[in-house]
């Protein structure tokens, strides 16, 4: 520790816990951890959530590649996406990406969970996380065994009904894939409309549902605009974290943790901030001149996403979303939204999910696909088509090829050098590839027959298997689905970067609790399960 920061840590506050980050896994943790009474100190490098566009469904539109509100990382370019950079924006205020994601609530399979137990993750099987999934989250309808009913979270179903959305179900239907009510229960197959965290129109957001209603306790102090630099170490064992107002670097401020410091940085600022306090593959370390607290070649590997891929048709017989954004149609549905009658302002961007298999012998899904009764120009999310568009949308489940996060430099404003290496695996490159022709059969089913006018994306002249995979090359784009990046795993696992109860290996009162920590992909949107980490860690925490 260096001269300033040792006077900086002998001078400052401290509490019982510093959790840096206040996202889908910081918030819950803070929640959690101080209705027990301790005190906590939660660290957020980015502004207080008070956009309207953090609230309002739609504006998530405005958000994702706001730099206020979101980091602009993005993945080096690779032969697999063409030597395209692949956007990966990652929410930077109050509730982290839950302020401005996609708000599809997704657990995954029960398999994904008992997985991680089978690899050693004691305690993570699919019936001891159930518990946690439904503590958190407020839900009307489903089964109570795999529902919950009073938690804080609201998960509730779409109130707006397109002809369109109903023709695409009907279409896969007519295909084999059963109508599935509830994708969240006993069973994940099928297609039906999704799950949202929206309620009365609002997104309800982690730093919504569990950080604010905690900041009214004394105990609990939260700080914006407070970038961790770097945990603090006496020894192997953590003791504080200095910090600074982004745009007053040379200002760094220190608070201590009586009892532990917990890193909820997600996927990418995690092993950076790890790394920058020198925890992390040694040669990366000493090549930025950072002194080695312990050798940890697992952070920043194993960095996984869902790399996902759109089929676009121009409609006919039919308005879509993208007439309905403009002139007198917005505001049309701006003001039912204000009635809070079902308006396009209280959507999430996917209103349809379909969970199937990319070849009959399979015994549970391996594809994602998503609809919506909208379309991008080129396929990418931020300007909507002029003419009528849908789009399905489709990604595999748990993809092979794997990345790294590793830090430029010393500097902590610097962003991090991100590999995603998307499409690296041939495995991943056949099943996309069987996803984009289930995508194509399910938007010219029959029952979609009269509103399909013709195909936009991948076009008619895309058809053998290499012209599919080099289209999902030239336009593939992250679902922004990170992890992995500080995996779970047990003593002896020279990867694994936390052990089962998410402590550091090898260093004492470090916890990391977020995204990084998934020993695997879940086959899902991942931020439930990442919500579902950040509640079981509380009481892991309580109880050691
Ligand atoms: C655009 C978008 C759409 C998505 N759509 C969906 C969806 O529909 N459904 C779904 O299930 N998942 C979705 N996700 C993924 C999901 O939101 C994330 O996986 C989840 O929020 C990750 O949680 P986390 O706690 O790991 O990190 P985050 O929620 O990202 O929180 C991390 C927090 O830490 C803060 N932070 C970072 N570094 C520092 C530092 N050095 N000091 C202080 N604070 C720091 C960040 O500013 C942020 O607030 C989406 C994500 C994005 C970005």
Redo the contacts with the bound molecule.
């Keep these: 520790m260096s001269q300033a920061t040792q006077s900086s840590i002998r001078d400052a506050d401290s509490f019982d816990y510093v959790i840096?980050?206040?996202?889908?896994?910081?918030s819950i943790l803070a929640n959690r951890l101080s209705a027990g009474g301790a005190t906590v100190c939660v660290?957020?490098?980015?502004p207080p959530d008070h956009s309207p566009y953090l609230h309002i469904p739609a504006g998530?539109i405005k958000a994702?590649f706001n730099k206020k509100y979101?980091?602009q990382f993005s993945s080096e370019g690779t032969a697999q996406t063409n030597g395209r950079r692949v956007p990966i924006?990652?929410?930077?205020?109050?509730?982290?990406?839950?302020s401005?994601?996609?708000?599809?609530?997704?657990r995954g399979q029960a398999a994904d969970f008992d997985h991680w137990a089978a690899l050693g993750n004691t305690g993570w099987s699919y019936e001891d996380v159930l518990p946690y999934f439904k503590s958190m989250e407020r839900r009307v309808g489903g089964d109570d065994r795999y529902r919950g009913r009073k938690g804080e979270l609201p998960v509730t179903d779409i109130d707006w009904i397109h002809p369109l959305c109903e023709a695409f179900i009907a279409g896969a239907v007519e295909q084999g894939i059963p109508r599935n009510p509830d994708y969240n229960g006993a069973e994940q197959a099928g297609v039906g409309y999704f799950q949202r965290t929206i309620d009365r129109g609002w997104r309800m957001s982690?730093a919504k549902c569990f950080l604010k209603p905690a900041m009214a306790r004394k105990n609990l102090e939260v700080r914006t605009y407070?970038?961790?630099?770097r945990v603090l170490f006496e020894g192997c064992k953590a003791v504080g974290v200095a910090?600074c107002h982004p745009a007053h670097p040379s200002q760094v401020r220190a608070v201590r943790a009586r009892r532990e410091v917990i890193v909820?940085?997600?996927?990418i600022?995690?092993p950076?901030?790890l790394q920058l306090s020198g925890l992390g593959p040694a040669d990366l370390l000493r090549q930025h001149n950072i002194e080695v607290v312990r050798d940890l070649p697992g952070v920043g590997e194993n960095l996984s996403d869902h790399y996902s891929v759109r089929v676009v048709a121009r409609v006919k017989n039919s308005q879509t979303m993208n007439q309905l954004v403009k002139g007198l149609s917005l505001a049309g549905q701006i003001s039912r939204w204000l009635m809070k009658r079902p308006s396009i302002m209280a959507l999430?961007p996917?209103l349809l999910h379909y969970f199937w298999k990319s070849t009959p012998e399979l015994t549970a899904p391996d594809l994602q696909g998503v609809f919506t009764p909208a379309s991008y120009k080129e396929g990418y999310v931020g300007m909507l088509d002029d003419f009528p568009g849908m789009t399905a949308g489709v990604w595999q489940h748990r993809p092979e090829s794997r990345g790294q996060v590793r830090i430029r430099s010393a500097d902590?404003l610097q962003d991090p050098l991100i590999l995603a290496n998307y499409l690296e695996h041939e495995g991943d490159q056949r099943t996309l590839v069987r996803g984009i022709r289930l995508a194509r059969q399910l938007l010219r089913s029959q029952a979609l027959a009269q509103y399909f006018d013709s195909e936009v994306l991948p076009g008619p002249l895309c058809e053998s298997d290499s012209e599919l995979l080099d289209f999902a090359r030239r336009y593939g784009v992250s679902?922004?689905?990170?992890?992995g990046t500080a995996r779970m795993g047990p003593a002896g696992d020279t990867y694994a970067v936390v052990d089962p109860q998410l402590r550091v290996h090898g260093i004492q009162n470090l916890r990391v609790i977020?995204?990084?920590v998934m020993p695997a992909m879940p086959s899902?949107?991942?931020?439930?399960a990442?919500m579902m980490i950040?509640n079981k860690a509380a009481d892991l925490i309580k109880q050691s």
Excluded: M
């Excluded at 660290?43 to 980015?46: H, R």
């Excluded at 924006?89 to 982290?96: A, E, Y």
């Excluded at 407070?226 to 630099?229: K, V």
């Design positions: 840096v980050g206040s996202g889908a896994a910081g660290l957020e490098a980015g998530f994702v979101a980091w924006p990652q929410g930077r205020t109050l509730g982290g990406s839950t401005i994601n996609g708000l599809v609530y997704n982690t407070a970038q961790a630099t910090y909820s940085c997600g996927a600022n995690t950076k901030l999430s996917s902590p679902s922004y689905h990170v992890n977020d995204s990084s899902a949107n991942i931020c439930a990442t950040g």
